[in-house]
């Protein structure tokens, strides 16, 4: 059975720990210790005593180390055997989690160098200018980079563990779990309420209960009033008295709230906005934005993109066509920005334009393969001989595990031609691609002086040179 190991200290938040400790012991599949750095009980913010397992040096067998927060962490110095604690706990588990203002130790016992993090809105700001080598981010519920996870807020500790409780054991464990405690499946990002509502109201009279039962089993079926009170035998005035009286709502709003919960979903499962407006019944994208900007102050865009770093887009793989090149070249323009402006003399910028990347592209049809979602691509990888030269996403596509699948096909592709190593080029300055190719199992053969080709030639960009074993 997996361990989860709590470490607390006096002072810390209640709510951080007893939340998340809560929504494993729920999915009772765990076994939960907690422990403080001497193994003497704690006082929490509440002033209730928390009786401890022993001390964390003690602690065997951990798959997950979780780490509370307390108010007083991010304004006074932490103390040395809470750091220490906090990194021993962290070498001994599977994974490291963080809750709300925990991020501050996992910083101070330097578990969070050179990954993307979050911790509290109040306090992000002071947590990116103390730890300068954290990437920061202010706006998500909780954030995971390889191993290590880190939540926002108190109760967003209730999202991480619902996280984990769903990467451990799926999406119903989860559900379950969240039903269970009336609580959202999962919030995907921000301080604000998110998620779409776990279940709508259920009905008390059988034909009405039958009748919704219905509606969430094909949300984009025929619908209308007088359909539906046609399959309960009722008039259409009598339905909506039956709506109103039971459900506090009309027939027409219930149908629509089951239709951009089945929207929100598909969006968090990686579909696209068209795709979810057309599998749910809403019809536009236009009507679909409406109807989530109304449910959740975002629109379907700025949700599903917030939510991605929660769930694997389900990507198709296949070679390259000539029609594919617009697209293709598009994606690599402005993804290639994104990772080398900054990183690159400006004599390399004024040679990528947009023609260069079209032209580029064209060349490499035969060895690049593309990945479609929705029919739509979202991202290539390219291959020359052993060398895995461009893998490259759409920027609403990444952390949603695209381009670990292209990857991954871009290495066999390597293997199959004969080869047992693969190489690849990163330019030094792009430190969060260096991350992935590390986490993907690559290993920095060092620094060297990358020939990037160009109409008239080559240009030599700095660059760091992985390898990996795939033969």
């Not at 920061?136 to 619902?162: C, K, W």
């Amino acid at each position: 059975m997996h361990r989860v190991t709590a470490l607390v200290f006096d002072g810390m938040k209640m709510l951080d720990l007893a939340g998340p400790l809560e929504v494993l012991a729920q999915a009772g599949r765990y076994e939960l210790e907690v422990r403080s750095p001497d193994g003497r009980d704690v006082i929490s913010s509440t002033g209730v005593r928390v009786p401890v397992d022993g001390p964390a040096h003690e602690a065997r067998d951990v798959g997950t180390a979780l780490i509370v927060g307390g108010d007083h962490l991010p304004v006074a110095p932490i103390p040395q055997p809470l750091i220490d604690a906090a990194r021993l706990l962290s070498e001994k588990a599977e994974r490291t989690a963080s809750i709300c203002t925990g991020a501050f130790i996992l910083a101070a016992a330097g578990l969070l160098d050179g990954r993307r993090a979050t911790t509290h809105w109040r306090h992000a700001r002071l947590l990116g200018a103390a730890y300068p080598g954290i990437a920061v981010e202010p706006d998500a519920l909780f954030v995971r980079d390889g191993a290590v996870y880190t939540s926002a807020g108190v109760s967003a500790g209730i999202d991480l563990a619902l996280a984990l409780v769903e990467r451990d054991n799926g999406e119903q464990a989860a559900r379950t779990v969240a039903q269970e405690l009336v609580v959202f499946l999962q919030r995907p990002g921000g301080q604000s309420q998110f998620s779409p509502s776990l279940a709508l109201p259920r009905p008390t009279t059988p034909k009405l209960r039958e009748l919704t039962d219905a509606v969430a089993a094909d949300p984009a079926g025929d619908h209308a009033i007088p359909a539906l009170a046609a399959k309960i035998a009722v008039s259409p005035r009598h339905l909506s008295r039956l709506f109103r009286d039971e459900l506090g709502t009309s027939p027409a709003k219930y149908v629509e709230s089951v239709r951009v919960d089945a929207a929100l979903r598909l969006l968090t499962e990686g579909h696209s906005v068209t795709a979810a407006a057309q599998r749910t019944g809403i019809g536009s994208t236009e009507t679909l934005r409406r109807a989530v900007i109304g449910r959740i102050g975002v629109s379907p865009r700025a949700y599903q993109q917030r939510f991605r770093y929660g769930r694997r887009m389900s990507a198709h793989l296949r070679p390259a066509r000539d029609e594919d090149v617009p697209t293709v070249a598009r994606i690599w323009e402005s993804a290639w920005r994104d990772g080398h402006l900054g990183h690159v003399a400006e004599e390399v910028v004024l040679l990528r334009t947009p023609e260069s990347f079209g032209a580029r592209t064209a060349a490499m049809v035969s060895r690049t393969t593309v990945a479609v979602v929705d029919g739509a691509i979202v991202g290539f990888a390219t291959v020359d001989g052993d060398e895995v030269e461009q893998v490259f996403v759409a920027a609403a596509s990444r952390g949603s595990g695209v381009a670990a699948d292209l990857l991954d096909a871009a290495e066999r592709q390597v293997a199959a031609a004969g080869h047992e190593t693969a190489w690849l080029a990163v330019v030094t300055g792009n430190a969060r691609a260096r991350r992935f190719y590390e986490r993907r199992g690559w290993a920095d053969d060092g620094a060297f002086e990358y020939q990037a080709r160009h109409a008239g030639g080559t240009i030599g960009v700095p660059c760091h040179r992985y390898v990996k074993r795939v033969g």
